[in-house]
T-cell receptor, first 114, second 116 residues
Framework: AQSVTQLGSHVSVSEGALVLLRCNYSSSVPPYLFWYVQYPNQGLQLLLKYLSGSTLVKGINGFEAEFNKSQTSFHLRKPSVHISDTAEYFCAVSDKTSYDKVIFGPGTSLSVIP | GAVVSQHPSRVICKSGTSVKIECRSLDFQATTMFWYRQFPKQSLMLMATSNEGSKATYEQGVEKDKFLINHASLTLSTLTVTSAHPEDSSFYIC????????????FGQGTRLTVV
């Protein structure tokens, strides 16, 4: 069975600062990893995904994440956050055998302070 | 990318009534769709897997008779919340996979259900 943990249910940072959102996964097979963003009362938007290949993945809105197999991590970061990045962020995992059955982490609420 | 549309985006219903939520893949065919439920300030929990032309597969703890799923065509799955109660109030999101892409599921915009 697959699972995802996200350290820190709430993160507050100042505008322009670096933000790091942590994600660790558990999977018995090579994983597919995703980060989604959810703005209040809206659906999910895919930020980026790791399927294979380069461990550093660049996504939309200046976000990037690095897959670390040995640490079973897929942390998300952005060098300089904007107020508009305030949202809920979900790390998720699936795999080649059930790649559309996505298991979500508990989420991290990011607040960007002016 | 592929587009998944949910309708309605918001619905308010009275206790005891049934509510139907539609999930449509607009520009691709989806043999499999998924239904998730999200309580306030919590993560998305998979409820069931909807398979075109066959019965849905429900996750443990999800009442089949309470949450009826129908996947009658390759572009439409419906979730019906029967005899709704206030505790069924939640955010429901569906997803569907584009078999042409084969790497990710695309999510609808969600439906906010409020039972009064």
């Amino acid at each position: 069975a697959q699972s995802v943990t996200q350290l820190g249910s709430h993160v507050s940072v100042s505008e322009g600062a670096l933000v790091l959102l942590r994600c660790n996964y558990s999977s018995s097979v090579p994983p597919y990893l995703f980060w989604y963003v959810q703005y209040p009362n809206q659906g999910l938007q895919l930020l980026l995904k790791y399927l294979s290949g380069s461990t550093l993945v660049k996504g939309i809105n200046g976000f990037e994440a690095e897959f670390n197999k040995s640490q079973t991590s897929f942390h998300l970061r952005k060098p300089s956050v904007h107020i508009s990045d305030t949202a809920e962020y979900f790390c998720a995992v699936s795999d080649k055998t059930s790649y559309d059955k996505v298991i979500f982490g508990p989420g991290t609420s990011l607040s960007v302070i002016p | 990318g592929a587009v998944v549309s949910q309708h309605p985006s918001r619905v308010i219903c009275k206790s005891g009534t049934s509510v139907k939520i539609e999930c449509r893949s607009l520009d691709f065919q989806a043999t499999t769709m998924f239904w998730y439920r999200q309580f306030p300030k919590q993560s998305l929990m998979l409820m069931a897997t909807s398979n075109e032309g066959s019965k849905a597969t429900y996750e443990q703890g999800v009442e089949k008779d309470k949450f009826l799923i129908n996947h009658a065509s390759l572009t439409l799955s419906t979730l019906t919340v029967t005899s709704a109660h206030p505790e069924d109030s939640s955010f429901y999101i569906c997803s569907a996979r584009d078999t042409r892409v084969n790497t990710e599921a695309f999510f609808g915009q969600g439906t906010r259900l409020t039972v009064v």
